[in-house]
């Protein structure tokens, strides 16, 4: 029985008796039980989401999306790190909200401003090198999974390029 369903129960009880006590008793039971705490959805990271909707769809229980022998490295790392594998079990059961990814300015040192920030024309599917300015088609913040993918992961290991983390 979930809350809602206890909450009905008593709601039904109540408006069924006569006996001004029990309805006392009941309207005090209707009350805590409405201040309960629901059980909040867990944040995890993208390729942790994708698993789990992968081994939903492949109707998976949660002990086999829990088997290593179904993780890539990634997935592994994160799963026996901390508590990651009650956060999982939690994400499982009760949902969860993909985090936000990290996004990251690329700046090539020594290079006149006008010209030194990665840029992705997402209309073109081309990346060059011009000003910061960050908007919905041509774009400076970029997660690293992007940045990789495009073979500039290199950016995080360069001297000559400055990383920055940024919102959004």
């Known amino acids: 029985m979930n809350k809602k369903e206890l909450i009905e ?19 005090s039971l209707l009350k805590d039980l409405e201040q309960l705490d629901e059980s909040q959805k867990v944040k995890v990271p993208q390729f942790v989401a994708e698993h789990i909707e992968w081994t939903k769809e492949e109707d998976f229980h949660l002990l086999g999306a829990m088997n290593r022998e179904n993780f890539d490295k990634k997935l592994e790392d994160w799963f026996y790190t901390d508590d990651n594998m009650d956060l999982f079990a939690r994400a499982w059961l009760d949902g969860y909200e993909v ?6 300015l690329v700046k090539v040192k020594g290079l006149n401003e006008d010209n030194s920030y990665l840029n992705y024309d997402s209309i073109d599917d081309e990346w060059y090198f011009t000003d910061a300015e960050n908007g919905p088609a041509v774009g400076t913040h970029h997660t690293r ?3 990789e993918e495009a073979g500039f992961g290199w950016v995080f290991d360069c001297e000559g390029v400055e990383v920055e983390e940024v919102e959004g």
């Not at 069924?16 to 008793?25: Q, S, W, Y």
């Not at 985090?99 to 990251?104: A, G, I, V």
């Open 9 to 27: 129960k008593y709601k039904e009880l109540e408006n069924g008796t006569f006996d001004i006590a029990a309805i006392v008793v009941c309207q």
């Open 99 to 104: 985090e936000k990814e990290k996004r990251y």
């Open 145 to 147: 999974k992007q940045l």
